[in-house]
């Protein structure tokens, strides 16, 4: 859905200012490489954050504050 909405800016960019429009198609190739490293740096911290609760958890994981009661 997110690229059906760029090509749509990208087109109406086209009709109205065809220039400015190419330019764009153009640029963005080096836009996304630009942007490639902060995504990688966005991941890893994600990542990083996940495995540090999921540590942050486990003590209470292995003594069994996740378990749910199963009817009898």
């Known amino acids: 859905m997110k690229t059906l909405f760029a090509l749509g800016v990208w087109c109406l960019l086209f009709v ?18 630009l942007s490639l490293p902060f995504r990688l740096v966005g ?11 999921a540590l ?11 378990r749910m009661a199963t009817a009898r």
């Open 43 to 53: 991941i890893t911290f994600s990542a990083l954050f996940a495995f540090l609760g």
């Open 56 to 66: 942050l958890m486990l003590p209470a994981r292995l003594l069994g504050g996740g």
């Open 16 to 33: 109205l200012c065809w220039p400015l429009g190419i330019l764009a198609l153009l640029a963005w190739p080096f836009v996304w490489l």
